[in-house]
């Protein structure tokens, strides 16, 4: 068979490689596979699995190199592997997470975001992601543990920027607060704003009492299209505007212009979509932002054409390991 027909077959196929890993993932057995090389019926014993059935999805995630057999068969994490453990550095498993269940579901519908250049959810769901999440409690808690399991990875060129002449950072979509969490705590001086939907901000609390910064923390539940709290220095979108359209990041930002003291700042955490076309994973997610949600990865000129049509001139850009920051200020 020609190298070409293989490669095209993989492709078409390519999903039962990442279901696969989703499954894996599922049962366990990177984590299981964390402290020791396994024989396959201990391991298949230990997370509850059928052995010829584990054996067979293993020898897929052989071929992929996320997992190597040694010669007395048993079964280990290769370097790649290890990023699927639940408790790594730099642990891709809330990945996973969140592009399984609805979020792989919703591919099936996809033609349908071709054709109209909109979100496939409502087609496959009756409803907006967001919409849906909010009437879905138990996918909403998975969709923010996900969120904030990525924050780490997402966080780092934000914690290292000079924060010493703010005072007050608005979160800006933020979740059940993963991310001001981890800011306040690195800058004692800092207090902050969490703003999100009520039914996420409702799940918030407790975390801020844990990590013992809840009295420099004022949480608001509400909608972005709407308003957002006034008073910030900064203002965070970590991960928003990707989710929209750019009639929806518009209005976003919009919101933001009106918050927002002629001195303040944006610092939008995002991904930078090179210019040329590139099989790069934020190509991928480009895609998948379309179908999931009807948003979009944005080019830097792009970046700098959303941003000067609701009011505001990027500054600078900050590249980290996964996302950058794009910082702007209102004109
Ligand atoms: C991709 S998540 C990013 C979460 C967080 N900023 C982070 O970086 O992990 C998008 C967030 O936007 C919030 N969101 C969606 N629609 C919203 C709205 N209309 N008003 C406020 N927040 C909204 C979601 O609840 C979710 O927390």
């Known amino acids: 068979m020609s190298d070409v027909n293989h490669r095209v077959r993989k492709q078409i196929m390519g999903y039962i490689v990442s279901q696969s890993i989703s499954a894996v993932c599922e049962l366990g057995v990177p984590d299981r596979l964390a402290d020791s090389a396994c024989l396959l019926a201990d391991l298949a014993a230990s997370v509850g699995a059928d ?134 705590d690195r800058h004692a001086h800092l207090r902050g ?54 009639a929806s990041a518009g209005k976003i930002l919009g919101s933001c212009r009106q918050a927002i003291p002629p001195s303040g700042r944006l610092m939008i955490v995002e991904q930078v979509l090179p210019e040329a076309a590139t099989t790069h994973p934020m190509a991928l997610l480009d895609l998948h932002m379309l179908v999931l949600l009807g948003g979009r990865e944005r080019t830097i000129t792009e970046w700098r054409r959303l941003l000067a049509d609701h009011g505001f001139t990027l500054d600078s850009i900050t590249h980290g390991p996964r996302s950058s920051v794009i910082e702007a200020v209102p004109v």
């Open 51 to 184: 052995a010829d059935a584990l054996g067979r999805f293993l020898r897929v995630l052989v071929a992929e190199g996320l997992i190597a057999e040694g010669s007395g068969g048993r079964f280990a994490l290769t370097e790649a592997g290890e990023l699927l453990r639940a408790d790594t550095p730099g642990s891709l498993r809330h990945l996973v997470g969140l592009m399984s269940n609805e979020a792989y579901l919703v591919w099936g519908h996809a033609a349908h975001s071709i054709r109209t250049g909109k979100e496939s959810f409502s087609s496959a769901f009756g409803k907006p992601y967001f919409e849906w999440l909010s009437e879905n409690p138990s996918a909403a808690d998975e969709f923010a543990r996900g969120q904030a399991g990525l924050v780490e990875l997402r966080l780092l060129p934000l914690l290292e920027h000079d924060w010493s002449d703010v005072g007050t950072v608005v979160d800006v979509g933020g979740g059940t607060g993963a991310l001001i969490t981890r800011l306040l």
């Open 193 to 246: 704003i969490l703003f999100d939907l009520p039914h996420v901000v409702a799940e918030a609390p407790s975390g801020f009492r844990s990590a013992g910064i809840g009295e420099r923390t004022t949480v608001v539940g509400g909608s972005f299209f709407d308003d957002v709290p006034c008073d910030g220095d900064v203002y965070v979108l970590s991960q928003i505007l990707h989710d929209w359209d750019d």
